[in-house]
């Protein structure tokens, strides 16, 4: 590993992923990280700053990570924006940082293809910052001066981050006919992961990814020993045959899949660190193979593993908590949300699983806690106030849980929010003696989703309790 790395990482405040340059980073849970950073630098200028009062004009151009950006300051940062579409002749220009106005500055046709690496290399480091928008922009930029595999690998995986998966294949494509094998091995396993996990449903076919996989395999076998020995290589022949066992797990062939990991994991721990943390990729998705096998004694012996590899990404611990959920352990659950919120306290799924599992230990103030804090983090999710409300009935507290309740039933909510947030509105009116207002809740629920058995019954018993 890097030393600068090591010791960052060692030093007890990093994950290995979060602190990888741009070249070994890994794109695991990417949208998740970069939620959490926004939350982070809006609350950080907010407190530092004092109120933020905020124009934009011409809100038309914003970028989608601007756009979330914004919305996450708004929501949780305490800032005050608004949108404006038109153009503003009198706004002060943009401020662009040393390191942004040297791009620009290489951007021009008249310099572009001079300046070509670097124009790459920038926008690489876009791409693993997770904007690929802005990657996408100087790809454009790129296609007019030169058409090259790096350029068409920057376009491939671009698209693919913004979920343009068409486009990410016919970019794949231009990738896989370069004349080094590197390039195509590259290039197949990525189409190859575009028909196992990222075109859409019509598009996805496991028997096309495997034989994008096993032709790009084919193509590393043919290389000859001191290639394969190579570091670079060697990442590429196990992650191609991550994405095979991949496609076993989804055959239910689990335990080939298994063997297929655990001889990835094997060799990437012989490599040198730079390669070998993404080890954590393979562990993680071992412990998933166990635990859909039922084998929850390894599947947490094996997030143990992964925490011992990385122990700074919370998403890590709150895996290891679902496995610890499954086998009965809430209270070994709990602590693992724990651990994940001492990393990170800007995760809504984190504090949702902590309010479930306080709920199942029967600390049901301490869950309704836990969910409002979900609820703030993630305002766009209806299930944090349901379970807000549910938690709330359990601890007794019903004027609370009722104060949640007003218009809470709308034609936005799917099937399932519906009856849940009817069926405990109804409760709550039931304990309070108002069974007129709790057949109102169930009716409302009805009138969006007519065929709902589960309110149909509830409509039933309130009747018959009328009677």
Request: charged share 25%.
């Amino acid at each position: 590993m890097d030393t600068k790395l090591a010791g960052k990482v060692r030093a007890g405040t990093t994950s290995l992923t979060d602190a990888a340059t741009s070249n070994e980073q890994i794109r695991f849970f990417q949208h998740q990280r970069a939620r959490r950073s926004y939350i982070k630098i809006a609350k950080y200028i907010r407190e530092n700053f004092g109120p933020i009062d905020i124009q934009v004009a011409d809100a038309g151009a914003l970028d989608r990570p601007s756009r979330e950006f914004l919305d996450a300051a708004v929501r949780l940062g305490g800032w005050s924006v608004q949108l404006r579409f038109d153009s503003d002749a009198n706004a002060s220009g943009p401020r662009f940082m040393p390191e942004e106005q040297a791009l620009l500055a290489m951007l021009p046709a008249s310099s572009r293809k001079d300046h070509a690496g670097h124009i790459v290399s920038a926008a690489f480091d876009y791409v693993n910052s997770g904007d690929a928008w802005t990657a996408l922009n100087l790809g454009h930029l790129l296609q007019d001066v030169e058409q090259s595999p790096r350029v068409w690998n920057l376009m491939a995986i671009a698209h693919a981050m913004v979920d343009e998966t068409v486009q990410a294949e016919y970019y794949y494509d231009r990738w896989s006919t370069s004349e080094d094998p590197l390039d195509a091995i590259r290039a197949l396993y990525g189409k190859a992961m575009l028909y196992a996990r990222h075109h859409p449903d019509g598009l996805r076919s496991l028997d096309r990814s495997e034989e994008l996989l096993n032709e790009a395999y084919a193509l590393v076998q043919q290389l000859d020993a001191q290639q394969r020995s190579d570091d670079r290589v060697v990442f590429d022949e196990v992650f191609n045959r991550n994405g095979y066992a991949l496609i076993l797990f989804r055959r239910g062939q689990v335990d080939e899949a298994i063997r297929l990991l655990r001889w990835g994991i094997k060799r990437l721990t012989q490599t040198g660190e730079k390669v070998a943390i993404h080890r954590s990729v393979l562990i993680y998705n071992l412990a998933q193979c166990y635990k859909q096998t039922g084998n929850l004694t390894a599947a947490i012996a094996t997030y143990t593993e992964l925490l011992d590899v990385d122990p700074y990404m919370p998403e890590y611990h709150l895996e290891a908590a679902k496995c610890h959920a499954s086998a009965g352990n809430f209270g070994a659950a709990l602590s693992a949300c724990r651990e994940a919120v001492d990393l990170d306290d800007n995760l809504a799924s984190a504090w949702g699983m902590i309010g479930v599992y306080e709920g199942e230990l029967d600390s049901h103030g301490a869950a309704a806690e836990a969910h409002a804090r979900a609820a703030a983090l993630d305002p766009g999710s209806y299930t944090h106030i349901t379970n807000v409300v549910y938690s709330l009935i359990l601890a007794e507290r019903l004027d609370e849980a009722r104060d949640h309740t007003a218009g809470w039933i709308h034609s936005a909510l799917l099937k399932e929010d519906a009856e849940r947030r009817a069926s405990l509105g109804a409760e709550i009116s039931v304990r309070q003696g108002r069974c007129a207002e709790a057949l109102e809740q169930v009716e409302a629920g009805l009138a969006l989703f007519p065929d709902s058995q589960v309110l149909i019954a509830n409509r039933k018993a309130l009747s018959d309790m009328q009677v």
